[in-house]
């Protein structure tokens, strides 16, 4: 599923995925991240915050905003000076940049709904 939503995905978006822990963000990036032809395994980002990832077409940049305190630690990164075009920005844990993230962002909601199933839904902002 994730790999078919990343060919919908246009260059340059940003992507916002919300939802508690185990709730399959991470494993999505990774459909994402085979789908833009990313060679590299894609783990969460929790320690180094970010990752850049390059893809056969497109730069994925994968952040984990989960040990963010402050949303002002986010502009600390620098991360929109990193990226180069075209490139995708998936965001786990938004909820802890305040208002740091464009309003064209796109939002999904990742739950658990049972012991091996998982639902994400877009969402408007």
């Known amino acids: 599923m994730a790999g078919v939503f990343a ?10 995925l919300s939802g508690g822990l ?25 320690y180094a915050i970010f990752n850049l990832h390059e893809g056969r077409r497109i730069q994925l940049a994968h952040v984990d905003a ?12 620098a991360l929109w000076e990193l990226l180069e075009e075209p490139w995708v920005l998936v965001v786990e844990w938004p909820e802890n940049l305040g208002n740091r993230l464009p309003a064209e962002t796109w939002w999904m909601d990742c739950a658990i709904e049972g012991q091996d199933v998982r639902r994400f839904r877009l969402r408007g902002t």
Not at 7 to 16: E, F, K, Q, S
Not at 25 to 44: D, L
């Open 7 to 16: 060919g919908l995905v246009p260059d340059n978006t940003v992507l916002a």
């Open 22 to 46: 185990g709730a399959g963000k991470t494993a999505f990036v990774r459909g994402m991240a085979v789908a833009f032809g990313v060679n590299a395994p894609v783990s969460s980002p929790s």
């Open 66 to 77: 989960y040990r963010l305190v402050e949303p002002e630690e986010f502009d600390a990164l």
